[in-house]
C-alpha cells in the first residue's frame, strides 16, 4: 500500500516504461469510467467514424487532382464529376467534425461525473480519517494534490482517449493503405520515422519529467508555506516576521523557477528533435513519390495524397511529447491523488457496530490506559462513572490527560486498554455518526467556519428554523451581541473566526451545542476566554443547560465546578484524588493546595484593582 507522512514527501522514482504504480492507477479509475459503459462505447465509436471521415479527406483529394490533370472524356464530365467530389470532400470535412463534437457531448459527462465522484469519495475519506491524521497533515501541500488529481482525471481521459487512441487509429489505417496501394518503402519510411519519433519523444520526455515533479514538489510545499504563514498571521505581526516568512516563500519560488528554467529548456531540445524527424521523413516520402511520378508509377493525386497523409500524422505527432508528458503527469498527480484514498483509517465502525441507545446516558472510563505514541503513555488505569444527569469535573495541570478524557469519548482514538462504555455501551461497538450525535462539546480554542454567524450556529443543527437559532443565542447570551452587529445573524465571522473576539467566539460555540441538544455534554474550559462578568451570567446558564444531562467539566478555574457531582483530579495521566468539592478541601490535598492558590490570586487581583481604583479617585 502506498503512502505518504505528509503532502511534501516525493513519489517514487520512475522509469521510461509506464510502472506498476501507473497502470494500478489507470486500474483504479476505469471503474469510474465503465459505470456509463454505453457512453464510452459510443463515443468510440463516434471516434472512429471522425478517423474514416478523416482519412476520406485525402482519398478524394487524390481523386479531385487526377481527374483534373487527366482531363475530361466527356464534354460535361469536368463540370460534374469534381463538383460531386467538393460535395464529398466538405461532407468529409464535416462529418470529421460532426462526429467529433458527438464524441465530446456524449463524452463530457462521463469525465466530468467521474472527476466529481472521486473528488466527492476523497473528501468522505479525509473526514472519516483520524484525528492523528490531520494533526500530521500539511494543509496547503494537500490540497493541491487533490486540486492536481482531480484536474489529473480530466487531463488523462481527454489525452489518452481523445488524442492518443485517434492517432494509434489514423496511423493504423494510412499504413494498411500504404502497404495495399504503393510502394513498399513508402510503409517502411512512415513506420521508421514513427518509431524513432516515439522512442525520442519518450525518452527525452521522461528524462525530463523529473523537471516537472521536481516543480510540482517545490509548488506544493510554497504553498504549503504560504498558507501556514497566512493562517498565522497574527502570530507573525506579534514579532514583525513578515520579511523573514517572504523570504522563506521566496525560498521557495527560487527553486521552482530554476527547475522551471530547466523544464523549458529541456522542452526546447524535444521539440527540436521531433521537427527534424519530421524534417527527414516527409523529404524522404516526397523524393519517393516525386520519383514515382516521374517514372509513370505514380499520378499527381497520388503525390498529393501521400503527402496529406503525412501532414495529418504528424501533425498530431507533433504534439505527443506534450501529451505524453501529461499523461505521465496526470498519473503521477492520479496516483497521489489515490493515495489518499489508501491511507488508513484507523478508527472504523465494527462490522457489527450498532446505534447507541440512551436511557439516561451514565458515562463509565473503565481502566482506561492510552498513549498517542507507543513511548509516552498518557493516560494510567484511568477508572471512574459519571452516573446519568450528573455533572464530573476533571481538574490538573497542563498536560496531565483532561483533553484526552473528551478526544476518547468522541472516539477520535481508540483506548489501548480498558473500556469507555455509555449505558453499558461500549464504544467500540457503537456507529460513530450516532456516538457523535450524542455527545455536544464547547471546546476551550473556538474555531469557527469562514460564514456568518446564524451558519455557525445552526452548523449544531443543519436544516434547523431560525427561530431555533435565536432561542440558542439567548440560551448562550449572545444574542444581544448579535443584534448590535450592522449586520445582525448576517455577519461574517473571517478565517476561523478571527472578527470576534475569544469570549465571542465561544458563545457562538455554546449556543451551536446547545442547538445540538446532545444527551452527553463536554465543557472543555467552556468560560476560558470570557471576563469575570461574562463567566458569571453564563455560568448559571450553563448549570441549568447541564441539569438533564449527563456533563463532564474540564475546568481550570476551580470556581466554576463547586456545585459538581464529582470532581477528578488528575496528575500525570492518574487519577490521585475524587469527591466532591467539600470532600477534597477536607481531604487537604493537590485540590485544596491549588484552590488555595487560585483564591490567593483572586484576592490580590481585587486588590491591585482596588487599589488602582483608588489612584484614579485621587487624582
Not at 3 to 30: E, V
Not at 431 to 455: C, H, K, M, W
Request: proline share 3%.
Amino acid at each position: 500500500m502506498r503512502q505518504y507522512s505528509n503532502s511534501s514527501a516525493p513519489p517514487p522514482a520512475r522509469s521510461a516504461a509506464f510502472m506498476p504504480s501507473d497502470w494500478q492507477t489507470l486500474r483504479t479509475l476505469l471503474p469510474y469510467l465503465w459505470t456509463y459503459k454505453w457512453r464510452v462505447t459510443l463515443a468510440l465509436v463516434f471516434l472512429v467514424g471522425a478517423k474514416l471521415a478523416n482519412i476520406g479527406v485525402p482519398l478524394l483529394l487524390k481523386q479531385l487532382v487526377d481527374r483534373i490533370s487527366v482531363g475530361p472524356n466527356h464534354p460535361h464530365a469536368l463540370l460534374v464529376l469534381p463538383v460531386a467530389l467538393l460535395f464529398a470532400y466538405g461532407a468529409l470535412r464535416l462529418a470529421t467534425t460532426l462526429f467529433t463534437e458527438l464524441r465530446e457531448f456524449v463524452f463530457v459527462k462521463v469525465t466530468q461525473r467521474a472527476v466529481r465522484t472521486i473528488a466527492l469519495q476523497v473528501f468522505r475519506h479525509l473526514h472519516a480519517l483520524s484525528l492523528r491524521f490531520h494533526l500530521n497533515r500539511q494543509t496547503g501541500g494537500m490540497t493541491r494534490d487533490i486540486e492536481r488529481g482531480t484536474r489529473g482525471v480530466s487531463s488523462l481521459v481527454q489525452y489518452a482517449l481523445f488524442s492518443i487512441l485517434p492517432t494509434l487509429i489514423e496511423i493504423g489505417l494510412v499504413l494498411v493503405y500504404l502497404v495495399l496501394h504503393y510502394d513498399i518503402w513508402f510503409s517502411v519510411i512512415t513506420a521508421t520515422a514513427l518509431v524513432m519519433y516515439i522512442v525520442f519523444t519518450v525518452t527525452v520526455t521522461e528524462w525530463r519529467t523529473h523537471f516537472r515533479r521536481t516543480m510540482n514538489e517545490l509548488d506544493s510545499r510554497a504553498n504549503t508555506k504560504a498558507i501556514d504563514s497566512l493562517l498565522n498571521y497574527e502570530t507573525v505581526k506579534y514579532f514583525s516576521n513578515e520579511d523573514f516568512e517572504a523570504r522563506r516563500y521566496d525560498e521557495g519560488l527560487q527553486r521552482y523557477e530554476a527547475a522551471a528554467v530547466k523544464s523549458q529548456s529541456s522542452l526546447s531540445l524535444l521539440n527540436s528533435g521531433q521537427s527534424a524527424i519530421i524534417a527527414i521523413a516527409v523529404t524522404l516520402i516526397l523524393w519517393r513519390a516525386t520519383q514515382g511520378v516521374i517514372d509513370g508509377k505514380m499520378s499527381l493525386g497520388d503525390l498529393v495524397l501521400v503527402n496529406a497523409f503525412m501532414i495529418q500524422l504528424y501533425v498530431p505527432l507533433n504534439f505527443l511529447g506534450v501529451i505524453y508528458r501529461e499523461i505521465k503527469q496526470s498519473l503521477a498527480d492520479m496516483e497521489r491523488l489515490f493515495s489518499l484514498l489508501e491511507q488508513h483509517r484507523e478508527i472504523a465502525d465494527s462490522a457489527d457496530a450498532k446505534p447507541l441507545q440512551t436511557n439516561g446516558a451514565a458515562l463509565r472510563f473503565s481502566h482506561v490506559d492510552f498513549s498517542y505514541e507507543v513511548k509516552r503513555q498518557i493516560l494510567f488505569d484511568v477508572d471512574f462513572e459519571i452516573a446519568a444527569g450528573t455533572t464530573t469535573a476533571v481538574v490538573g495541570h497542563s498536560g496531565s490527560g483532561k483533553s484526552t478524557l473528551s478526544r476518547l469519548l468522541f472516539r477520535f482514538y481508540d483506548v489501548a486498554a480498558g473500556s469507555i462504555t455509555i449505558d453499558g455501551q461500549d464504544l467500540r461497538s457503537l456507529t460513530q455518526t450516532s456516538l457523535r450525535q450524542a455527545i455536544g462539546i464547547v471546546p476551550q480554542d473556538t474555531v469557527l467556519f469562514n460564514d456568518t454567524i446564524e451558519y455557525n450556529i445552526a452548523y449544531g443543527k443543519p436544516g434547523c428554523s431560525k427561530v431555533e437559532i435565536i432561542a440558542a443565542a439567548r440560551a448562550a447570551y449572545v444574542h444581544d451581541f448579535i443584534e448590535s452587529l450592522p449586520d445582525g445573524y448576517d455577519t461574517v465571522v473571517g478565517e476561523r473566526g478571527l472578527k470576534l473576539s475569544g469570549g465571542e467566539k465561544q458563545r457562538v460555540a455554546i449556543a451551536r451545542t446547545l442547538l445540538k441538544n446532545p444527551a452527553v455534554l463536554i465543557f472543555d474550559e467552556a468560560t476560558s476566554a470570557l471576563d469575570s462578568k461574562a463567566e458569571q451570567a453564563i455560568q448559571e446558564q450553563l448549570r441549568e443547560i447541564a441539569q438533564n444531562r449527563t456533563t463532564l467539566v474540564i475546568a481550570h478555574r476551580l470556581s466554576t465546578i463547586v456545585d459538581a457531582h464529582q470532581i477528578l483530579v488528575l496528575e500525570q495521566g492518574r487519577i490521585i484524588e475524587r469527591g466532591t468539592h467539600a470532600q477534597l478541601l477536607v481531604a487537604d490535598g493537590a485540590y485544596a493546595q491549588m484552590w488555595a492558590r487560585q483564591q490567593a490570586k483572586l484576592e490580590q487581583g481585587e486588590l491591585e484593582e482596588g487599589a488602582s481604583s483608588s489612584m484614579l479617585v485621587a487624582s
